[in-house]
Structures are given as structure tokens and as C-alpha cells.
């Protein structure tokens, strides 16, 4: 119980709205659901639950999230259901544990798969309620720092997928405690030797380097004190694995890295920040190229600080950062140090644009459906650092580092990137190969003639614009591949699919029935079949023969005689009717916007309907011509493209069967 109090006196401390016998009564629960179960460890299994509990608490989170983590391993481990926590506990907290639950319960055909959709639902969960991904990565810190109890291959699978992926959400996110440690957890069951060796030498060495930054933040102190500036100055220590990175990205050995010095000032106001920084810049040198201003341009994860580097007495370097005390909160907790503040407050909206990222990369990442393709671009992604570029007219675009202008260009529009043909930085012309950099402003030529190109892959950097150049090839280079002779192979009138009868009798053998010209065909309009699709017809009692999209409900019969095997003939040459609905948020113009999408496709539009539902969403109706499913797909895929469009789909065409 000695934890349970540690926990309610911090979650007290910092929000008297958390609701601490709601903590009390999670904790009660969970110790009875789990009584009798043991870890690996050896350890009672609540021992887990209370440090995720801890961790949570640690990142100043709600009452419900603490509770949930309390309770996340209920539904998994024990018989309880989501049903009884909903009734103990409310519909929230029970959401979130069965949002954390869910990741990882379906099996798969391969671990490459099983992981590519664990990772695709855990994203999906987080867009919805980012404090599941704030429990998984707490339950995830806690099973790193008792992972030596697993057999070795589980120690190596689990470190590598931290590695990969959760130290980067948590970086995403701007947990920056979570990070470091789950980052210096993997090297240290990955690479045991370099980890151990590492320790030793930075040991070596600590009570040297402590006594330079001392003496630095002493130097620091008195000349803020002079110039009336109210600040904490420290040393800022950097962690195992972001040491190991420099090492092996810059090819130097620890004492060249090592050498660097880093100070963190933490100032009381935000003008002062500024004031700091000349102070620093008063008193020891600035290195050209190395300043930052990441409070008027803040990152993507909300992170806010000054970041310079200057040249000390003795030529070392000094980084130093400054930011206010509630920057620095940010620093720490990221998203979590938002969530409190985030209900029924202005910073509401700004705190849904943090996670902007994450469903561009929802997105962007969901026609991916081969694992490998889904693994190798949400990591490229989630490991990139950011650089930030301007547009001519000075919107900031952010991008991973080494982006290219094609990247760019994609990152402003589709049809931008798909026909960009050459572009201009800072006024001069570049490659499309060329590397951005910080600040550099950018500007995308296009043509009506340019396509994308296979080797556009060979060095394009963000997933965005992988996944479009890849769709457009696969569109395109399908259509150009086809053989010309297949057109002189189809009948020169096909109106009529061929059609056989399905098998009435034990042995399950077709029979032909040959040409059915002679019958009377429609296709159904409660499911709109296009060349395409899988198809099924049924035999009508008056109207002859219906022609269906398989798995139609409208198809399902008791007289399995009535079902006819249909398959569509030859090259079609027609249109049909098909039915689409859009789903987006209601802003002016967005059904002239979509109108526009489909019209520049030379699509013929039948009838449109749009109406606005209370909870402020706008749905749009559309019959279109179309001649086959594959246009439809495209038609489809171009909708999505329209600013606050979130939901395409087909549906069924307004009218009856």
C-alpha cells in the first residue's frame, strides 16, 4: 500500500481535479484481479501494474489514465470483462484498457505481419485517444527494465521492436524521459559489450567533466544575476545510446564526442529566454550555423528551446539550451504535460494539431498492405529527425531530414509532386536530388507533361511521397502493360456477362450453359456491379437475371438454384453508375472542392446530395459514370486528397433495387 499512497500524494500534487479514490478503488480491483500471479521475476504480478501506474503518475497524467494503467492488464491476463469495468469504473476507463488490450491479441500468418498490424491498430488507437499509447509505452518501460528474466531470443525480438518503434513514438510525442531510457534499455540488451564499456569509460571521466560544468554554470550564473535575469543554470548530461549514435554517425571516439559540454538554462518568462541568449552569446563565442529557434518555431511534438553552441575558453564547445520552466515541462512529458490542460480550454485545437503527423501518417500508410513496405515506411517516418523549409510564401513545411524538392512537393499537394519537374532554393535552380536544409525556401515547377519516375524512389525521404509514387506506378504502368492484341480478342459486342450455372447437385461440378443472350439481363442497383468486381447472378421470378456483387445480402436464398455463376467477358466498352459517399469536416466550399476533384477527372456526375449532421460533420452523396472499378478507385483516391475530406466509400445508388 506503501506505493499506492506515493502515487495519490504526486497525483494530488500537481491537479486537485484528479480524482483520487477513483485511483484507490483501480488499485483495490487490480490487486484482487491479479492476486495469485506471479512474474518471471518472481515479483507479485501488481508490481507491474503499480509501476506503470508510477510512470504515468510521473508524467503528471489525469486520474482515468492512472487508473487505467492500474487496471490495463485486467482484461488480458484475468476473466474479468470489459463490461464489468465499464460498470465498476465508467465507459472511459474501460475504453482505454481495452484499447491497450487490443494491441496484440490477433494472430497472423508471419511475425513480420503479426507486427506490421499490431503496430497499423496501436496507431489507429492512439489517433483516437493518445493516452492508450501513454499507457503502452508506460507498460513497455516497465517490461524493458525486467526483460533479462525472458529467454534470449524474446530479449532480442522485444529490444529491437522498442528500438524501432516505441523509443521513436516516445520522441514523436516529446517524452523525452521515456525515450532516453528505453533507447540506453535496447543498446544495453542489444549490444551488452559497447553498452558496458561505454558505462566504464564515461565513469572514468565523470568527476572531471563535473567539475568543468560547475565551474561553467558558475561563470553563467553570475553574469544572469547581473543583468537581472532569474534563471537555473545546469549541466545537461546526455544519455548512453544518443552518445553511441554520435560515435557511430560521425565515425569519432568518445572522447571527441564526449568533449562536448551541454548546459540547460531555465528562465521564468519567455523575454528573458532571449535575454539569456545574449548573455551566453556575451560570453563566449557563437558557432556559425549552430543556432536554433525552436520557441518561435516550435516541433512538430510541441518541443520549445533556444539551442546554441559556442566556443568556451579553452576552445571546448558548449551547447546550451533556454527555455521557461513550462518548456521545459513540455521537454520532459511531451504530450502527456498537455493533456490536464486540454478540456474545455482554447489550447484544444492546438493540442489536436500535435497530432497532425500522426494521421497524415494513418494516411498516408493505409493502402500499404504489404508488412515489409508497412514496417520500412512508418519507420522512415518515425526515426527521421525534422528540418524545416519555407514556401515562397513563407508557410513552414516540415520535413524528415534529407528531403528532397520531390518530397517537398508532395508534402504541398499530390498533383504538385506528381508533375513537379524542377525547383528552385533560395532563388537558385537544384536537382531534384538536392538536400534541403534549414530555412531553405522552396519553390516547385511543374508540368502538364512531367509523371513521376521509378528512380524518384532511390532517394525521396518521407513515406508521403513514397506511397504516391508507388500508387501512380502501379496505376499506370498496369494500364501501359496490357497487350494491345487482348483488345482483339474480346467480342465485338459484349453487352451480356458470360454466365454458367452453379452446381445444384452433391457433386459440386459446374455446368456450361452456353451463350445466354437470349436472357434477359440487369444489373442490380442495390450493389452497382462494375467490370471488376467479383460478381454472382440470381434468377428473378419476372425480370430474368440479376447480376449481383458477391457478398450482396440482397443474394442470399434459400434456393440455391436460383444462383447463377457470372464472370464478366471481354473489354467492356461502357459506362455504369456508381455510388459514393464523403465523409469530412464542414467547411465553406468543401462540396465545390470535391465537385471540382471529381470534374477534372472528366467524370460525369448523375446527382449529388450533401447535408450537414449535428455533430458537425458534412456528408456528400455522388452518383457518378464510371466504366470499371479500377477508375471508380482512382476517383476515390483523388477525393481523399481534398482539405478536411477524412472518409470515402462506396455505397449503394439512391433509387431502389
Known sequence: MNELAAILKDSKKFSRRNDLKLIER??????????????????????????????????????TTIAAGLLHDVLEDTPHTKEELEEEFGEEVARLVEGVTHIGRIKFKSSEEHQAENIRKMLIAMAKDVRIILIKLADRLHNMQTLKYLPKDKIQ???????QIYAPLAHRLGIAKIRSELEDLSLHYLQPETY??????????????????????????????????????????????????????????LDEIFDLRALRIITSSLRECYGALGIVHTLWTPVPGRF???????????????????LGQKGERIEVQIRTADMHRIAENGIAAHWLYKRGTDSEARFDERLVWLRQLLEWLQDLKDPKEFMENLKLDLFSSEVYVFTPKGKVIELPAGSTP?????????????????????????????????????????????TPRRDWLDFVQTSRARSKIRHWLRVHEKIEEEPEEREEEAPRIQKQPDVQRKATSRDNVD??????????????????PLPGDKIIGYITRSRGLSVHREGCPNVLTDDPARLLTVNWGGKIQASYPAGIRVK????????????????????????????????????????????????????????????GVYSVKRSAVAGGV
Open 584 to 643: 469530412g469536416t464542414d467547411r465553406p466550399h468543401l462540396l465545390a472542392d470535391i465537385l471540382a476533384s471529381i470534374r477534372e477527372l472528366n467524370v460525369n456526375i448523375n446527382a449529388a446530395n450533401a447535408y450537414i449532421r449535428k455533430d458537425g460533420s458534412a456528408v456528400c452523396d455522388f452518383v457518378i459514370e464510371v466504366t470499371d472499378q479500377s477508375q471508380l478507385n482512382s476517383i476515390i483516391y483523388t477525393i481523399r486528397k481534398v482539405d
Open 26 to 63: 483501480a488499485y483495490t480491483y487490480a490487486a484482487k484481479a491479479h492476486e495469485g500471479q506471479m512474474r518471471l521475476s518472481g515479483d507479485p504480478f501488481m508490481s507491474h501494474c503499480i509501476k506503470v501506474a508510477e510512470t504515468l503518475t510521473s508524467l503528471r497524467l489525469d486520474s
Open 157 to 163: 525480438s522485444i529490444s529491437t521492436e522498442t528500438l
Open 292 to 310: 536554433k529557434d525552436y520557441i518561435a518555431m516550435p516541433k512538430m511534438n510541441m518541443y520549445q528551446s533556444l539551442h546554441t553552441t559556442v
Open 511 to 528: 455446368v456450361g450453359i452456353g451463350d445466354v443472350s437470349h436472357m434477359l439481363t440487369r444489373f442490380a442497383k442495390c450493389c452497382n
Open 406 to 450: 520531390i518530397d517537398f512537393a508532395y508534402a504541398i499537394h499530390t498533383d504538385i509532386g506528381n508533375s513537379c519537374r524542377a525547383a528552385k532554393v533560395n532563388g537558385r535552380m537544384v536537382s531534384l536530388r538536392y538536400r534541403l536544409k534549414q530555412g531553405d525556401v522552396t519553390e516547385i515547377m511543374t508540368s502538364k507533361k512531367q
Open 196 to 253: 558496458y564499456e561505454l558505462a566504464q569509460q564515461i565513469a572514468e571521466k565523470k568527476a572531471q567533466r563535473e567539475n568543468e560544468i560547475q565551474e561553467l554554470c558558475r561563470v553563467l550564473n553570475n553574469e544572469l544575476k547581473r543583468a537581472g535575469i532569474k534563471a537555473e543554470v545546469t549541466g545537461r548530461s546526455k544519455h548512453f545510446y544518443s552518445i553511441y549514435r554520435k560515435m557511430v554517425d560521425q565515425r569519432k571516439n
